[in-house]
């Protein structure tokens, strides 16, 4: 009778450190770049002079730019084809405040900057 109960004992204690390791191991963690801003692409520059602009809906910790700051961006340099409302994720090289002209036909940024895209 003692024999069982250690080894019913010996298993609980083994079995159920294995089965939360292997069911914490199919956990999904967010994989985003902790230098990365994810941000919504708000404007598209389609041949009517207006800037290409994102809008940052989650900044990174410690950086300079908020939530909501908009800054334009070069769509070239992303790999794919991008629409009006895509989210994406990208590192701020450099920015500075927007300065110069604004019409009303446009929306313009708080800022202009060099953005690198990050791989998803």
Not at 18 to 40: H, I, N, P, T, V
Not at 57 to 70: D, F, H, I
Not at 110 to 117: K, L, N, V
């Amino acid at each position: 009778m003692k024999s069982k109960k250690l080894k019913i004992l010996f298993l609980a204690l083994f079995l159920l450190p294995l089965c939360l390791l292997l069911l914490g191991a199919g956990c999904e963690k967010d994989e985003r770049d902790s230098f990365c801003y994810q941000g919504k692409v708000i404007t598209l520059n389609l041949g009517d002079g207006c800037p290409n602009i994102i809008k940052i809906t989650e900044p990174v910790e410690n950086g300079n730019l908020v939530k909501n700051a908009t800054i334009s961006f070069n769509p070239d340099l992303y790999e794919g084809t991008l629409k009006v409302g895509d989210v994406v994720l990208f590192k701020v090289l450099e920015y500075e405040q927007w300065v110069g002209p604004a019409t009303a036909n446009c929306l313009w940024p708080e800022f202009t900057g060099q953005i690198e895209f990050c791989n998803k």
